[in-house]
């Protein structure tokens, strides 16, 4: 009993009452005026709302291919908290918040529908889930706060404006130009929106309003006693300014889930279905007002339901059963894949729909880099617990991903893989960031295309479980997952599609045998000392050479000819051709002599060319020390066994394997070399 009265106090301790006190805030008219005052962001619309909730996890200015994008921490920092972060979708993102931006200065967009359109999987829904979690969190702030009222009823209990509307439409229509004038003049500059009272209280209020009104023999004053102003906390699960449309079966639909519906059981009560306080005012429209609506899949919904958007989006009002068109304040946000949007197009009856549509392409990542973060925040080593993902696994299925989106490119000279690597910032000989913009804007459909994250998500998966009796994953695994899943995939229609998709795995599978066979050479050639050596010889000679001089030998101290095949042996693991040897050594002597001139010594490492043709050299002239062939025939003698376990300590400290990744890497790459593999 003790223990529990202890957990009990704890969590009491834990409990902020201040906190709990501020978001049940109750008062009086008079003190919310004075919060407008004070606070004018509290009147805001809800499209200002939710533009400003975007701005306050802050921005950043990045640049890419020469273009200035503005990337929103909203949908990365704010959706890591949630788990959700959408990446490399900076450019559909910001036209997203440019189209709440011109909502919330009044230009036009606030009419509209903002309908969410691309491939399944592609974050249309993880968008519109951010926005609505977003809305939640920054109501519950000082920045983000609102307040909507509740009437006294007679048994002395009160009864909460059932479409959480805003406090100032309390104020008579006669007496709102007077009242927004002093309001204006008061706010701060700071404040970039003018405060507006639009539109009129529901027939709930209204009918509420019209009777106190009489009853007080038109006293507002005395009618606003009736009322206690609270502030409002948007809630997706409370059903408080933010609504989920999902269409259902064509014959079940019914647009009263939109804009609500008799109450039966009170007709006899107040003798008319016609009575506002007969009527639910229930629907998603009526809940979501002053909030956001997302509607899940838009354009499946019935004909009759596309009406109430309709006036909905344009006049900012719906028309409940029985009452007259009632105002309302949301943004209306849906999303759509492309089969349903091409029915759309193709519609005659639906034109009225898409002119009051603002369409936002959400594509695939198209950018590696971005592709791998998707799969990282799921697949890491806190998740996947007594497993060891390899390197390059996650790598290796987002490329193939990202290859599946791309358009093979126009340009004789480029490959798709090369394409895909320009895509992720990597420099190719030949091509500019011009070039690169030119390439995208060749294809403007990229990423509507493609495999979705999902199905690589679903074979990682498949992968990581379908081995107990391995302690990790590699590349060749989750391949062959995705490959062996593609004859089974639902949405790939024709077998030309599916022979496409085995071509770009083969290019994938070259790709990795590049690099760990880069990895292990690099692990083998990693001796520091060894390198240095090679590096001061080959120096030492080229000097030699450029100023025809001799070489003194250090062991002998006899002079003689430079060694040109020491020499060529290295320069030509870069490609250097006899041709332009004598160029290529002069720049080197150049680039040694200038920072001589400055003070400072040469260094390998600096040169990243060199570093390569000397960590290539090097380990032609060690991996027949080490055998390494010899590992596929399982016969290893001591002293090239203790190598090998160098190389193995190099692959698990610098490269992130374990100890049975980097054992299958080192017999994988040896089966290469046995069979002859090596490419130069």
């Known amino acids: 009993m003790a223990e529990g009265k202890a957990l009990l106090a704890s969590l009491q301790s834990q409990f902020d009452l201040d906190d709990f006190r501020k978001l049940h805030w109750e008062g009086s008219f008079e003190d919310y005026l004075n919060i407008v005052v004070q606070q004018p962001q509290v009147t805001r619309t809800a499209h200002q709302r939710l533009y400003d909730m975007i701005l306050s996890h802050g921005t950043e200015e990045v640049y890419e291919n020469k273009e200035k994008i503005v990337h929103y921490r909203f949908f990365t920092e704010f959706g890591a908290k949630l788990g959700e972060s959408v990446y490399g979708l900076d450019r559909p993102l910001m036209q997203l918040v440019n189209a709440f931006k011109s909502a919330a200065f009044g230009y036009g967009t606030e009419r509209r529908v903002l309908l969410l359109h691309g491939p399944v999987g592609s974050s249309k829904s993880t968008i519109a889930r951010l926005l609505k979690r977003g809305l939640e969190q920054y109501t519950r702030t000082d920045a983000g706060m609102l ?55 529901n027939p709930y209020c209204r009918h509420l309003f019209n009777e106190r009104m009489q009853r007080y023999q038109g006293d507002w004053q005395r009618v606003l006693q009736d009322v206690k102003v609270v502030r409002m906390v948007m809630s997706e699960q409370d059903r408080i300014g933010i609504g989920t449309f999902q269409p259902k079966d064509e014959k079940n639909q019914d647009s009263t889930e939109l804009t609500g519906d008799i109450n039966y059981r009170k007709i006899a009560e107040y003798g008319t279905d016609s009575d506002p306080r007969a009527f639910n005012f229930d629907g998603e429209l009526n809940i979501a007002n002053r909030g956001i609506i997302e509607f899940i899949e838009v354009l499946k919904l019935d004909v009759a339901f596309l009406y109430d958007l309709l006036g909905a989006s344009q ?60 799969y990282e925040k799921d697949f890491n080593s806190a998740r996947v617990r007594g497993k ?87 590349p060749f695994m989750v391949m062959h997952e995705l490959e062996s899943g593609l004859r089974h995939h639902t949405l790939i229609s024709d077998e030309s599609q599916l022979q496409r998709y085995r071509e770009l795995l083969s290019i994938v599978r ?59 042996s290295i320069e030509e693991k870069i490609d250097i051709p006899e041709g332009r040897k004598d160029d290529f050594r002069r720049e ?66 610098n490269y992130g394997y374990n100890e049975s990744s980097a054992t299958d890497v080192l017999n994988f790459v040896a089966s290469i070399f046995a069979r002859g593999q090596t490419k130069k």
Request: aromatic share 8%; proline share 5%; hydrophobic share 35%.
């Open 588 to 653: 080197i002597m150049n680039y040694i002599g200038a920072l001589a001139i400055d003070g400072k010594r040469f260094d390998y490492k600096t040169n990243e060319r060199l570093q390569k043709a000397l960590e290539l050299k090097l380990f032609e002239d060690q991996k027949d020390t080490i055998k390494l062939t010899t590992l596929v025939s399982n016969v290893v003698d001591r002293a090239t066994q203790e190598k090998i376990d160098v190389v193995k300590a190099r692959l698990i400290r």
């Open 147 to 201: 307040f909507t009222f509740a009437w006294k009823g007679d048994d002395g209990g009160w009864i909460p404006c059932p479409m959480h509307q805003e406090p100032l439409l309390l104020v008579p229509k006669e007496l709102r130009p007077a009242l927004l004038a002093q309001l204006n003049a008061q706010k701060p500059d700071s404040y970039p929106y003018e405060i507006q009272i639009k539109g009129d209280l």
């Open 510 to 568: 070259e790709e990795y045998e590049d690099i760990v066979k880069n990895e292990v050479q690099r692990a083998i050639a990693a001796d520091e000392d060894a390198l240095a050596r090679l590096c001061s010889n080959y120096i030492d000679n080229v000097k030699a050479y450029t100023q025809r001089e001799k070489v003194r030998d250090r062991y002998t101290g006899n002079y003689q000819e430079p060694d040109e095949r020491l020499m060529r």
């Open 315 to 374: 006049e900012h009002k719906i028309k409940p059963k029985k009452f007259a068109q009632t105002d309302i304040d949301e943004v209306i946000l849906g999303h759509t894949n492309e089969p349903e949007y091409r029915r759309l197009q193709n519609n005659e009856f639906m034109e009225a729909l898409r002119d009051r549509t603002v369409k936002i392409d959400i594509p695939y990542v198209t950018r590696l880099r971005d592709e791998i973060r998707i």
């Open 388 to 474: 060891h993902i390899a390197p390059h696994t996650i790598e290796i299925a987002a490329m193939w991903a990202v290859l599946t989106r791309l358009s093979q490119p126009k340009h004789a000279n480029l490959t798709l893989l090369q394409k895909l690597k320009l895509y992720n910032g990597k420099t190719l000989s030949g091509f500019t960031e011009d070039n690169v913009m030119e390439l995208k804007r060749e294809a403007a459909q990229e990423g509507m295309i493609g495999i979705s994250p999902r199905y690589i998500q679903d074979k990682i998966s498949n992968a990581l479980v379908a081995h107990p009796e391995e302690d990790n994953i590699n």
